[in-house]
């Protein structure tokens, strides 16, 4: 279990505390698709000082939060480890994306160009709007520069070349003067 590198894993949820009585935690979903609790048979808690792979023995959604129950873990006692554990599954098990959708661990990191080659910066967080995900570029010795993420801006992203090439439309480097702190 340790010799999974982080690469390999893609974070679905932290648990956020224990849950009644009976081992079960309530966990705060980081995937653009809670449902996909539904079909989940294990996940892989990491809590910082050990990983460990879970079996889902039950579920159920309360709110915007998933409430888990897995086999061997059924006291309060035994789930209270688990506060604060952040739940990964394996890329096997992910969920398959449509064509120009990504996962953010292979987004992060990537140098951003301009059509024109200019470096922008590195991708550093994705913001979800209502309307799209935003890019937050963070730029050396200057504010982040934020770019939606529209077929329009992003020309294309290259995963294993380390490196997304953008479009800036017109007024989108004034309109980011003030940027992200």
């Known amino acids: 279990m340790e010799d999974l590198l982080q690469e390999d894993l893609l974070q679905v949820g932290a648990v956020t505390s224990t849950h009644g009585l009976r081992g079960e935690v309530k966990v705060f979903p980081t995937t653009d698709d809670p449902a996909r609790y539904k079909k989940l048979k294990e996940v ?8 460990q792979v879970l079996k889902i023995e039950q579920r159920r959604f309360f709110k915007q939060m998933v409430i888990l129950k897995f086999a061997g873990i ?8 688990l506060k604060g554990a952040k739940l990964y599954v394996t890329r096997e098990h992910a969920v398959s994306l449509a064509e120009d959708e990504y996962f953010f661990a292979d987004l992060a990191g990537l140098r951003v160009e301009t059509e024109e080659g200019e470096v922008l910066g590195v991708l550093s967080d994705i913001l979800q709007t ?4 935003v890019y937050v570029i963070s730029q050396e010795n200057q504010k982040d520069l934020l770019i939606p993420a529209i077929k329009e801006c992003i020309k294309q992203v290259d995963i294993e070349g380390g490196r997304m090439i953008v479009h800036l439309l017109a007024g989108l480097r004034e309109m980011n003067k003030g940027g992200a702190e």
């Open 130 to 133: 209502g309307a799209n995900d």
């Open 74 to 81: 059924n006291h309060i006692d035994e789930a209270e480890p």
């Open 44 to 51: 892989i808690a990491d809590t910082g000082k050990s990983r």
